[in-house]
């Protein structure tokens, strides 16, 4: 069993910044792919950022130019950089980790980002 843990949350003004953390448990040798996904009231959750062992990164159109996601491969660990926050990027961000071989996902308790004025 992996554990997923995320750090980082909290209140801001639009406009602002927030920086995620995510450490996994797995050996960084079995980590396939690292991301973060949110989640608003209401609404499903959906990919905000994924980076895999092999690719580049991949962002939600929503996000990108504003959002950055990084790996730290030597301590299985994934950032989530957000700048120029909106009120729509209120959520519980949720760090998912995918290992290898069989592809098994694995989530955080999820931490909460609120953006309001």
């Known amino acids: 069993q992996v554990q997923v843990v995320e750090s980082g949350g909290g209140l801001v003004q639009p406009g602002g910044s927030l920086r995620l953390s995510c450490a996994a448990s797995?050996?960084?040798?079995?980590?396939?792919?690292m991301g973060w996904y949110r989640q608003a009231p209401g609404k499903q959750r959906e990919l905000v950022a994924r980076i895999t062992s092999s690719g580049g990164p991949l962002y939600a159109d929503s996000v990108k130019g504003r959002f950055t996601i990084s790996r730290d491969n030597t301590e299985s660990t994934v950032y989530l950089q957000m700048n120029s926050l909106k009120l729509e990027d209120t959520g519980v961000y949720y760090c998912?980790?995918?290992?290898?071989?069989?592809?098994?996902?694995?989530w955080g308790q999820g931490t909460q980002v609120t953006v309001s004025s």
């Open positions: 998912n980790v995918v290992t290898e071989p069989h592809y098994d996902y694995y």
């Open positions: 797995a050996s960084i040798n079995t980590i396939n792919a």
